[in-house]
């Protein structure tokens, strides 16, 4: 028998708003809605991994099983920037691909705030923000982008396709935070906030949670789940490799480029084999930066690939179907894992009408800042 690892239950709570609940009770929603996708219950779980960003020191984990049950399993709670989610899932990899369990809970969870993430200048030293640049996440890529305008002649009009594109995709979602048409027009003419990124080209302040029940070949076939199991076939992690442009800002391009590389090593498959993928489009310069880093097209043709639909739903290889984080919304410690339901949806053929169409091999990425990222490939069992 393989040591492979399989996902058998997922799902995730219709981002929002949701000031009347604690971040336990929204993790403990999606935690019961992935049990009951696989017919077990929190007795039948081995350990718990908890992603949560904003509440790193409170034990979010231990506090979700007050509310679905105290089974003095072990809990490890993970923060790692806007790949929390990821890592906690990544986790929970781990610990049965190297024997020590046989089935995990994974949930990730976030309730956000208002106003601009990022900006904060350390508390020895000049303060640099304002001074020199600005940290905050708006600022930062605007800056991604007019890079990648210098470079390649990306314009203003290819950058604001890319919010129209998830925001119809999100029309089709009937758990992302918003399904409302977003014409290219209104797209471009929306409050500009950091040039070239207008308010409808960043991401959805939402809280949210999403969950996901990860096991053993073994115990899926003894359990009789591999009829719907989707197969985790890589899980990459990496930081910031150092380039001399760090000592000015991260760069969320160098440790894209490793994780997926070690992504895509790992599957045995390259890019060409992807047919979906759920990106981290916090903004929508982001997400033509990342056609490029995930191998789906050459540097600097990032935005004919979005000129010619190529990664709109119909199109050779469909990105953030679900709407992604300009439209489903971005609950920082939810994210990844919400982005492992939505490709495992696929991949299971139960996506609705947005299902990509013999969906058979999935990637999901996220990046933050710090930084840290996270690709998955998954594959239909």
Request: proline letters at 3%; one cysteine or more.
């Amino acid at each position: 028998m393989s040591n492979d690892v399989y996902v058998v239950g997922t799902d995730m709570i219709k981002f929002g708003r949701f000031p009347e609940k604690t971040v336990p009770e929204l993790g403990a929603q999606a935690a019961l809605m992935a049990l009951d996708d696989c017919g077990l219950t929190i007795q039948d779980m081995q350990a718990l991994y908890s992603g949560n960003l904003f509440e790193a020191s409170a034990g979010v984990g231990q506090r979700i099983l007050r509310e679905i049950g105290q089974t003095g399993i072990p809990v490890v709670n993970t923060a790692n920037a806007c790949a929390t989610g990821a890592t906690a899932f990544r986790e929970g990899w781990m610990a049965i691909k190297a024997g020590v369990y046989d089935i995990v809970l994974c949930v990730g969870s976030e309730q956000m705030g208002s106003g601009l993430l990022g900006g904060g200048s350390g508390s020895k030293g000049i303060p640099t923000e304002g001074l020199l640049g600005s940290g905050t996440m708006p600022s930062v890529f605007a800056h991604v982008g007019l890079e990648h305008t210098r470079k390649y002649g990306t314009t203003f009009e290819q950058f604001a396709k890319v919010s129209v594109k998830n925001h119809h995709h999100s029309t089709l979602n009937p758990k992302a935070m918003y399904q409302k048409e977003t014409p290219l027009e209104e797209v471009m003419g929306a409050e500009m906030i950091s040039y070239p990124n207008t308010k409808l080209m960043c991401s959805v302040n939402v809280d949210g949670s999403a969950a996901a029940v990860l096991c053993s070949e073994k115990k899926a076939r003894e359990l009789g789940l591999m009829g719907r199991a989707v197969k985790v076939r890589a899980s990459a992690l990496s930081s910031d490799p150092y380039t001399p442009r760090n000592i000015a800002m991260m760069d969320f391009n160098a440790v894209t480029r490793l994780a997926a590389k070690t992504a895509y090593e790992m599957a045995g498959l390259g890019p060409d084999a992807v047919d979906l993928i759920e990106l981290h489009d916090c903004f929508a310069t982001a997400e033509i930066v990342h056609y490029e880093n995930l191998g789906i097209c050459k540097d600097g043709e990032a935005g004919r690939l979005i000129d010619t639909g190529v990664t709109q739903l119909g199109g050779r290889i469909p990105v953030n179907v679900s709407g992604g984080l300009l439209s489903k919304g971005h609950p920082l410690g939810a994210t990844g894992i919400a982005n492992i339901y939505e490709v495992t949806t696929h991949l299971r053929g139960e996506a609705g009408g947005r299902q990509v169409e013999g969906a058979r091999i999935g990637l999901t990425h996220v990046v933050g800042a710090g930084s840290a990222c996270a690709v998955h490939i998954l594959e239909k069992a």
